[in-house]
């Protein structure tokens, strides 16, 4: 009865294992001021999930605890979305309170496509691109982006910045799974418990 239980267990959670979210890739560098990532993962949620949360963007927080407040502050006719997010990072005790002013639009391929006003915000440049790969029921998430910050930091905090956004990014991505999937209410349940089943040398 006990071997039963045990291998019946066993399977359950090896269909859990193949089924879970997998973070294929996150890469952050610096060239020169701007900072370049490429992020690629596969989500266990339907494309049209993963798209309506990063299409909500009066409730941009939920993906990212840095982020305070997100509003979209106006509409275009050829359907250019203009959202306005303000944040607070720290790094150690250097804390900065930050505005980004964002058009997003849907190109003909469906990517979001992210392109920063700087003139309205706290960066000198920034791109970003969002491509959604539908593979059944699950969603290949590939992500883009290029980010020169406005302002000056002390170089060896600039330094750790790097470290600081690759955990808040893959914590964005865990925040986008467990909204998508829609299996836990405040997503204090991080994809399968943490790191454990992304592959640590791509993290």
């Known amino acids: 009865m006990h071997r039963k239980l045990f291998v019946l267990l066993a399977l359950h959670l090896m269909s859990l294992s193949a089924s879970a979210s997998q973070l294929v890739r996150l890469d952050v560098d610096k060239q020169a001021d701007v900072y370049v990532i490429s992020v690629e993962m596969l989500v266990d949620a339907p494309a049209d999930n993963v798209h309506a949360v990063l299409t909500d963007y009066a409730n941009q927080g939920r993906l990212n605890a840095s982020i305070t407040s997100s509003k979209i502050i106006g509409n275009a006719r050829d359907g250019t979305i203009r959202v306005r997010t ?22 003909e391929q469906g990517r979001i496509l992210r392109s920063v006003l700087p003139e309205s915000s706290g960066l000198r440049y920034g791109r970003a691109s969002w491509e959604l790969l539908s593979s059944g029921d699950r969603t290949r998430v590939i992500h883009h982006a290029q980010l020169e910050r406005d302002f000056r930091i002390p170089s060896w905090i600039s330094a750790i910045l790097i470290g600081t956004l690759r955990r808040e990014i893959l914590e964005s991505f865990r925040s986008l799974d467990c909204l998508a999937r ?15 089943d992304y592959p640590a040398s791509n993290v």
């Open 86 to 107: 303000r944040m607070e990072n720290c790094i150690l005790f250097f804390c900065r309170n930050l505005q980004i002013v964002e058009d997003v639009v849907e190109d």
């Open 182 to 196: 829609r299996q836990c209410a405040d997503c204090s349940e991080r994809v399968d418990a943490g790191n454990r």
